[in-house]
């Protein structure tokens, strides 16, 4: 079994083109903010023509999924997918 990792960068690519796709607006429109935090886990927050909006794991595990399909022709599942924090967020898809 291969395992392929996202970097916080390829995270942030991940939200910002399923975001703009679901709102109907530009790549460039979308901003995002990862963190973690010992009480809510991992969050993103999303900006979105002065809006902001906080993404849970799952949804941020939704995106990824969308994103490592697209860009990398990978089909995985959300079990397959384990959010990781050392230096900075990544994300190890196992496939």
Request: proline share 0%; glycine share 8%.
């Given at each position: 079994m291969g395992v392929t990792?996202?970097?916080?960068?390829?995270?942030?690519?991940?939200i910002c083109l399923h975001m703009a796709e679901r709102k109907a607006v530009r790549v460039?429109?979308?901003q995002v903010e990862l963190s973690w935090d010992e009480?809510?886990?991992y969050t993103a927050e999303v900006w979105i023509q002065g809006r902001s909006q906080y993404l849970v794991e799952s949804n941020m595990i939704e995106s990824i999924l969308r994103y490592v399909?697209?860009?990398?022709?990978?089909?995985?599942?959300r079990e397959d997918v384990q959010l990781e924090l050392d230096e900075e967020i990544t994300a190890v898809v196992n496939t």
């Open positions: 990792v996202l970097s916080m960068d390829e995270i942030i690519n991940a460039e429109e979308v009480d809510t886990g399909h697209s860009e990398y022709g990978i089909r995985a599942y």
